[in-house]
């Protein structure tokens, strides 16, 4: 699988539920949690590897892999928290981004058991990162407005060098 970038448009499209979860979806996520470890990444959304399909993949270190199809974000905190995001489609750009401290979300695993989870600190952040893949929406959106342009003017620097 290979991860796609800021340029493709499939970035910026809302990502179609699983209709069934099988041994065809099963090797999907086996694939994306192989491609989430070459890319050093932390969580990989469908749309990042031109999957349009509602699935994310998180892995933090000294953790299990986690599987999330058909996720429905049910709440999120009050509290908010600043922290540094960066994205496998966005290489090299870093930037502190303003999300919920927890979240609650409801999702399927690739066995088709729904769960629920309550997440806080940085499995929350991931959780909300991903989920907006499946959004079409990336982290550099939830920037205030001269913070994305600066961020845009480096990726455009960066592309003609």
Known sequence: MEIVTLENELLRQKAEPVKDINSDIQKTVEEMIEALHEGKGVGLAGP???????????????????????????????????????????????ADVVRPRAVQVQAWNEKGRRFNMEADGILARIILHEYDHLEGVLFIDRLSVPKRNRVLAKIEKRQKA
């Open 48 to 94: 990042q590897v031109g999957l349009m399909k509602r699935i994310f993949v998180i892995h933090i270190e000294g953790d299990v892999p986690r599987v999330f199809i058909n996720p429905s974000i049910i709440g999120t905190s009050q509290e908010t928290v600043k922290f540094e995001e960066g994205c496998l489609s966005i290489p090299g750009i870093w």
